[in-house]
Every structure is written in structure tokens, then in C-alpha cells.
């Protein structure tokens, strides 16, 4: 199997895997399922990395799932490609819309520690629309490691909606690959909250004029977990636009990482690019390591990048205490309000009340 990447690359800077090299996996057994998230849309459901047709409901879309030769230079992909299991393949025709639909994937390592590879594609032609709902979910020790291929032709428009539940001894590793034709629009929003460590890596490559990605995400991590959110959004083609927002909030050691790099190419004149990171730390312990790139070619571009990083204000926690809020509530209620502006983006109803629901309980986990 290809070795896991170190952090002597510079990709991996920030996020150690010597913790995941040390485990043993163990084949995936048959497992007690718990009640899954239905929200009434069609669902296709993955058990410890198998399809489940009885849990599922999928769209008639759906195809059998199978293996492509896999030719890249990013090692977990590779991995997924020489122990891919299951996954889901579908294409959506010319001008179909075809609403929502929900991916999730439940996994068990209580028994003994699995690994999971799931591979995913999604095709959109010409003018299609969709959008994905997708939960991980799971308990124990185990590693997810899934790919998705998605290819959107021309005007298609694909509404990518993420909520990272795992188990709390987990490791989430994803890598989500995008091309993008003139005219289409990829919107990708993630909300972390599970896993011992994770990370979700976006690679968008923007193949023709006017189209435009937003990776927008939150981070919600405490205690020992480590959060890391990378991209790599290319520009190839003139006047296209991408947006990438993402918010942390991290209590006690916890750590959140973020690199987002733009790469513009000679051709892609009338770029519009722009990144920003902002984090809050509830706790002196807690660490935030943010690497913003740009590589433009092109001279007539517009790019840029901003990052914050800072505590509670206690101005704002004294005034809504003046006020008759107990300090509990008011550290709540500016935390909260950190993150609504992260929802902005999340505008199907499913999703969004999925993703409020998410961030209630850790609130109230606290």
C-alpha cells in the first residue's frame, strides 16, 4: 500500500499521521446499526464502507459502483484507489434537476479498528442541477478515507453540503476533487465536529470562463482533536471566481488548521479569488496554523486573503452581562453568533436545519 504522507511534505506541514500508521485494521465484520439520519430524501447508505440497498432509497440514477486506474499525486487518493470497496457513481442528464439527496456513511471499529475507502463520482451535464447531503457518522477506533470525482459540464451547478459527525476516536480523511466547465458552480459548505483527527482536502480546478467554486466551512473542535481544511483552487480560465470562508471555534488543546491556495493561470485573466480564515479560541491552550497562498500568472486579477484570530471579546461578554445575561449565556450567544455568519452560505432547508441541529448539540455537549 502506498505509505501515508508525512509531514516532511509540505502539504502535510500541520497534520501528523504517525497516530493512524500505528493502528492495525482489521476487516470490516457485520455491526449494530443504529437509527440514521433520513431528513425524507432519497438516501444511499454505506456500512463500514459497503453499500446497504435495505437502509438505502437511492435515485434512479444511481450506478454500480466501479474501478478506475487512478493516476495522482496525492497519496490518499492513491490509497483509496488500491483498497477502494463500495461507493457511489451517478450522472445526471442535460438540463435534469434533480433536487436533493442524501449520502451517509456509518462506520464501527468498537469490535476492532476498520478502514474504510470509499470512492464516489458525480457527473452533471450540460445545465444539471443537484444537491448532495452528506453525513459521516460512526463509534470506535477507525479510519474513513473517502474520494469524490466530481465533473460538472457547462452551466450545471452542484450544492455540496458536508457534516463531519465521526466518533470521537476516529480519523476523517477526505479529498474531494472538482472540474468545473464555463458557466458552472460548485458550492461546497463543511461543518466539523467529530473525529479525533480530520481532514478534508478540496482540490477545484475552474476549466472554463465564468465558472466559480465557494468551499466555505466551520470548524468545532475541542479537547485533543485536530481539524485541518485544505484547498487548492485553480484558475485556468478567464473570469471565473472562487470564494473560500472558513470559521473555528476551538476549545481546550484543540488545533485547527487551514491552507488555501489559488493558482492563477497566464490565461485566467479576470480572476476573482479570495480567501479568509477567522478563529476563535475558547481556551489559551488551543492553536490555529493558517498558510494562504497565491500564485497568479495573470496581470489582471483581483485576489485576496485575510485572516483573524482572537478570543472572546470581554467588552461584549461585560455588556450583554450588564444587561441581565449570565456570563454562560452571553459567551454563547457571541459564539453563536460567530457562526450564523458561517451558515450564510447553507441555503437548502434540509441541510441548514441539519447543520443548527449539529451545532446545538455540541454547544450543549460542552
Known amino acids: 500500500m502506498t505509505a501515508l504522507p508525512s509531514r516532511k511534505l509540505e502539504a502535510w506541514r500541520y497534520t501528523d499521521l504517525r497516530s493512524l500508521a500505528a493502528i492495525s485494521f482489521a476487516e470490516a465484520a457485520p455491526v449494530a446499526v443504529p437509527e440514521l439520519p433520513d431528513l425524507g430524501l432519497p438516501r444511499i447508505v454505506f456500512i463500514n464502507g459497503a453499500f446497504d440497498p435495505v437502509r ?4 434512479d440514477f444511481l450506478e454500480k459502483f466501479s474501478r478506475v486506474a487512478e493516476a495522482s499525486d496525492l497519496p490518499l487518493a492513491l490509497i483509496n484507489a488500491e483498497q477502494a470497496q463500495d461507493g457511489m457513481t451517478f450522472s445526471l442528464p442535460e438540463g435534469v434537476d434533480a433536487g436533493a439527496i442524501l449520502l451517509v456513511s456509518y462506520a464501527s471499529g468498537v469490535a476492532a ?34 474520494v469524490i470525482d466530481i465533473a460538472l459540464h457547462a452551466s450545471s451547478a452542484l450544492s455540496h453540503y458536508r457534516l463531519q459527525n465521526e466518533g470521537q476516536d476516529a480519523f476523517h480523511l477526505a479529498t474531494i476533487r472538482a472540474k468545473i466547465a464555463a458557466g458552472a458552480a460548485y458550492e461546497s459548505f463543511s461543518l466539523v465536529i467529530g473525529a479525533r483527527l480530520s481532514r478534508a482536502e478540496f482540490h ?26 485544505t484547498s487548492v483552487v485553480a484558475h485556468d480560465a478567464p473570469h471565473c471566481g472562487s470564494r473560500q470562508t472558513v470559521k473555528s471555534v476551538l476549545d481546550g488543546p484543540a488545533r ?5 491556495r489559488i493558482e492563477v493561470a497566464r490565461a485566467a485573466q479576470k480572476t476573482d479569488g479570495y480567501q479568509m480564515n477567522q478563529a476563535l479560541l475558547l481556551s489559551p491552550d488551543a492553536e490555529m496554523d ?32 450588564s444587561r441581565g445575561i449570565p ?15 458561517a451558515l450564510e452560505p447553507v441555503t437548502d432547508a434540509a441541510a441548514r436545519e441539519m447543520f443548527e441541529a449539529a451545532i446545538e448539540a455540541w454547544w450543549v455537549g460542552q
Not at 438505502?56 to 435515485?59: G, L, N, R, V
Not at 456570563?327 to 453563536?336: F, N, S, T
Request: proline share 7%; with cysteine.
Open 113 to 146: 479498528p476498520v478502514a474504510l475507502h470509499p470512492r464516489h463520482r458525480i457527473t452533471l451535464g450540460l445545465g444539471a442541477k443537484l444537491t448532495l447531503i452528506e453525513i459521516a457518522m460512526g463509534e470506535g477506533v477507525y479510519w474513513h478515507n473517502p
Open 290 to 321: 493558517i498558510k494562504p497562498e497565491l500564485e497568479i500568472f495573470a496581470d489582471d486579477v483581483k485576489c485576496s486573503h485575510g485572516a483573524t484570530i482572537g478570543a472572546l471579546d470581554p467588552e461584549q461578554i461585560f455588556y450583554l452581562r
Open 56 to 59: 438505502s432509497t437511492p435515485p
Open 327 to 341: 456570563e454562560d449565556q452571553a459567551r454563547a450567544m457571541l459564539i453563536r453568533a460567530f457562526l450564523t455568519e
Open 204 to 229: 477545484a480546478t475552474l476549466l472554463g470562463p465564468k465558472a466559480s467554486t465557494h468551499l466555505n466551512a466551520a470548524q468545532l473542535l475541542r479537547g485533543h482533536q485536530h481539524g485541518d481544511f
Open 256 to 260: 485547527g488548521v487551514f491552507q488555501g
